[in-house]
């Protein structure tokens, strides 16, 4: 049987965790820091955890991560 391969768009952009979720960069920090809200910028520090529905589609890309 032969590898199966790991999304190579997967592999840069999300790691799981310990408890086996999907941890990924906020979204939507790139550009335009200006029209967003203080309380935005300041909540999308870092990172953050995969809602469920989220985590069904990039699993299956991800064959190999524990």
């Given at each position: 049987m032969p590898k199966m391969k790991t999304k190579s768009s997967c592999k840069k952009r999300f790691k799981l965790t310990a408890s086996?979720?999907?941890k990924a960069g906020q979204a939507g920090k790139r550009h335009g820091m200006i029209k967003r809200s203080t309380k935005f910028i300041r909540d999308a520090?870092?990172?953050t955890v995969l809602s469920k529905a989220d985590e069904q589609i990039i699993k299956?890309?991800?064959p190999y991560a524990r």
């Open positions: 086996g979720r999907i520090r870092g990172t299956p890309m991800m």
